[in-house]
């Protein structure tokens, strides 16, 4: 999608530090990392948010797949977060669907 930020990375178009990458979706480092591991993974194909893909079952348990497979291989062995923000009252900043993977220290208690 035109003036997709995320469309643009997974196009090569815009530089990322990729970690993961199949068929389905990329995953690379945040620009702004909220923890020493964080990590984006994003579906490929233009979809706007969870909200838009909710009846996706097939692309949203490739993605909580991908999830793993990126902790696996970035030694989270002593456990992570995986969050996705949707729309205003979600503080979704970059309207193409994406998971946050977090960890690396011990995370807060709090989730708001
Ligand atoms: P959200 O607020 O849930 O929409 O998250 C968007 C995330 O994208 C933020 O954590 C940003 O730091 C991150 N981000 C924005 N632009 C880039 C970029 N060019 N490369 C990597 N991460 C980015």
């Known amino acids: 999608m035109e003036d997709c930020i995320f469309c643009k990375i ?3 178009a815009v530089p990322s530090k990729v ?5 389905i979706c990329k995953a ?9 591991v ?13 909200a838009k893909a909710a009846d996706d079952e097939a692309l949203l ?17 002593d456990g992570y977060r995986v ?3 949707v729309g205003e009252n979600g503080c ?3 309207r193409h669907l994406h998971l ?6 011990r995370l807060s208690e709090k989730m708001s």
């Open 19 to 23: 970690v993961y990458e199949d068929e």
């Open 61 to 77: 348990g490739h993605l909580m797949r991908a999830c793993a497979l990126v902790a696996e291989s970035l030694g989270l062995a």
């Open 28 to 36: 690379f480092r945040d620009v702004a990392p909220q923890a020493p």
């Open 92 to 94: 979704q900043s970059v």
């Open 83 to 85: 969050v996705t923000n």
């Open 38 to 50: 964080h990590v984006l993974v994003v579906p490929k194909r233009h979809v706007e948010s969870l």
């Open 100 to 105: 946050h993977v977090l960890g690396g220290q």
């Open 10 to 12: 997974i196009e090569g």
